[in-house]
């Protein structure tokens, strides 16, 4: 909730950018190097459940439509919306990314680091 009440204030601080008469895929880029970076910040270490994950597409799929300014009523896909901006990845595989990079670098710490242990001691012990 707190990130995507950051990411909703960033979303704000740009409204001139979003009306303005940019390229769809400038205002995709926009969103994705300010807003989005600002959503998943920490994402790598977060815990999510389905209703999660469904919250943020969710919450993406909304300004998406603000900045393409199109209605839900129009029926226009979160998929078509995303393409029309050059957005490739959606928030579940970004997610994904996070926690394999936060993975990768706990793996590449010394074996007495505290993160590793733990991690370590987590995998081991999973039923």
Known sequence: DQQ??????????LHEVWRNRLAWR?????????VRTVLLSGAGTW??????????????????????RTSMLERI???????????QTDI?????????????????MGQHRFPRIVLMDALCNTK
């Open 4 to 13: 995507m009440e950051k990411a909703a204030n960033c979303y704000r601080a």
């Open 26 to 34: 400038v205002k995709g880029q926009v969103y994705m190097t300010l």
């Open 47 to 68: 815990t999510t459940t389905v209703e999660d994950m469904r919250a943020l597409e969710t919450w993406e799929a909304g300004f998406l439509r603000s900045i393409t």
């Open 77 to 87: 896909r979160t998929e078509d919306t995303r393409k029309k901006l050059g957005i």
């Open 92 to 108: 579940e595989e970004e997610v994904r990314r996070a926690r394999l990079r936060a993975f990768g670098h706990v793996m590449r």
